[in-house]
C-alpha cells in the first residue's frame, strides 16, 4: 500500500531522519511552499505594501526593538496598524522591513524553523546561529529581491551565554553583521540613527530604552514621509518588545502611549527634541 493522505499514513519523507532545519526539509520535499520559489515572471512588475522603520537598542541585560505601524506603496498609505516586530522564539525578536508580505511570510517560517530545531535537538538554538539561520533564508530570497521585492529585517536578542542583548542587521545578499549598542533599518533609518546617537546610554536601564526607542521613531516620522508616528487620534503606538533574561515580551500599548504622551509633552515647547 502507497502511504499517503488516502492510506491514513504520512509520505515515507517524514519517515526518514533528516537535519534539523526545517527550511531544508521544504526544498527538498516542498519548495513550491518557501517563498523565494514564487518569483513574478519575467517582465513582470509588482507594487506592494512596504514596512519601513525598525529601531532597536541595547539596555543593561536586554534588548529593545520597536517599529512604526505604517506601510507604504508608492505614495500611498496601505495601511496605518501594520505590525513588523515579531517574536520568534522565547529569547529573540525580529524586526521587519521591506515587501511585507513577503517579509512576514519569511518571519513565519524562521518562526517555524527555530522551533523545528528545538524539537529536533531538545534544546535552543544559540543566538548567533539563529542570527546565522536567518541570514541564510534572506540569502535565497535574493532572486526576488533583484525582482524589487526585497527583505531587510533586523533581528535581535538575549544572548543566555553571554548574559546580554545584541543585534544583528542583514543586507538583501544575505549578509549578516552584528551591530552594537544601537541600529535601524528602513527608509526613516538615518533620521533614527541620529536621534539614538544622541539619547543612547550604555548603561541604560530597559524603560530608558524604550524611551529611546520612541524617541527614534518620532524623528524618523518627523522627517520620513514613510515612517508612521505615533498616531495620537487613533491611538495607534509604535510595536516595542523587551528581550533580557526573563524572556521575550511585548510593551502593553497603555505603557507606550504613556511614554509617547511624555516625549510630545516634553517636545511641545522645544520641537528639536534636547532635554
Known amino acids: 500500500m502507497t502511504a499517503g493522505p488516502e492510506s491514513g499514513r504520512l509520505p515515507s519523507a517524514y519517515l526518514v531522519p533528516g537535519s534539523s532545519s526545517f527550511t531544508e526539509f521544504l526544498s527538498a520535499h516542498a519548495p513550491a511552499l518557501l517563498p523565494s520559489r514564487r518569483p513574478l515572471p519575467p ?8 514596512g519601513t522603520t525598525i529601531v532597536t537598542v541595547t539596555f543593561r541585560g536586554g534588548v529593545v526593538m520597536a517599529g512604526d505601524r505604517r506601510a507604504t506603496m508608492g ?3 496601505a495601511n496605518r496598524d501594520m505590525e513588523k516586530v515579531f517574536a520568534t522564539d522565547e529569547y529573540s525578536l525580529v524586526g521587519i522591513a ?3 508580505g513577503l517579509a512576514i511570510e519569511l518571519v513565519r517560517l524562521f518562526q517555524v524553523e527555530l ?3 528545538e524539537k529536533i535537538e531538545g534544546t535552543l538554538m544559540s543566538l548567533e546561529g539563529k542570527a546565522n539561520r536567518l541570514a541564510s533564508m534572506i540569502r535565497g530570497n535574493l532572486g526576488m529581491a533583484m525582482q524589487g521585492l526585497a527583505v531587510v529585517p533586523m533581528f535581535a536578542g ?3 551565554i553571554e ?6 542587521s542583514y543586507d538583501v545578499t544575505g549578509g549578516c553583521y552584528e551591530e552594537h549598542d544601537h541600529h535601524s533599518v528602513g527608509s526613516g533609518s538615518l533620521f533614527a540613527r541620529g536621534a539614538m546617537k544622541k539619547l543612547y546610554r550604555r548603561d541604560q536601564a530597559a524603560g530608558d530604552a524604550v524611551r529611546v526607542a ?9 522627517d520620513d514621509s514613510a515612517t508612521g508616528g505615533p498616531d495620537v487620534g487613533r491611538r495607534i503606538w509604535p510595536t516595542v518588545g523587551v528581550v533580557d533574561a526573563e524572556g521575550a515580551r511585548f510593551v502593553t500599548d497603555d505603557e507606550v502611549a504613556g511614554v509617547v504622551e511624555a516625549v510630545i509633552a516634553d517636545r511641545r515647547d522645544n520641537p528639536g527634541g534636547a532635554r
Not at 548574559?163 to 544583528?168: E, T
Request: glycine content about 6%; cysteine-free; charged content about 25%.
Open 43 to 50: 517582465q513582470a512588475t509588482l507594487d506592494a505594501p512596504h
Open 98 to 100: 521591506g515587501t511585507a
Open 158 to 160: 538575549y544572548d543566555l
Open 163 to 168: 548574559d546580554r542583548g545584541r543585534i544583528f
Open 214 to 222: 520612541v524617541e527614534a521613531l518620532y524623528d524618523a516620522a518627523d
Open 115 to 117: 522551533e523545528h530545531y
Open 75 to 77: 505614495n500611498i498609505i
